[in-house]
């Protein structure tokens, strides 16, 4: 397959894959596996938040509580 791409981007890419010891595909496979893991990591986060217990009303007063507290916390230190 070829893909074209504006020169600028073209050296861009080979710099980077140049400095990291890489041909271009393997710089382009790198980085697309990065993605999928980052993506994979994030959505492992979001279910690991959504079941992370009962859900919390969060309003301004709950801001301003959590700010109080941790000032205690950091004055306390």
């Known amino acids: 397959m070829s893909i074209r791409i504006p020169a600028n981007l073209e050296e ?3 710099a980077k894959a140049r400095n990291e010891g890489l041909t271009i ?3 382009l496979e790198r980085l ?3 993605e999928e893991h980052a ?5 492992a986060l979001a279910l690991e938040g959504i079941n992370s217990g009962e859900p919390a009303e ?3 007063d709950y801001w301003q509580a959590k ?3 941790l000032d205690e916390r950091l004055k306390n230190r």
């Open 67 to 69: 700010h109080r507290r």
């Open 32 to 34: 697309i596996a990065a």
């Open 58 to 60: 969060v309003a301004s």
């Open 12 to 14: 861009r890419l080979r």
């Open 39 to 43: 993506e994979q990591e994030l959505t």
């Open 25 to 27: 595909e393997d710089y």
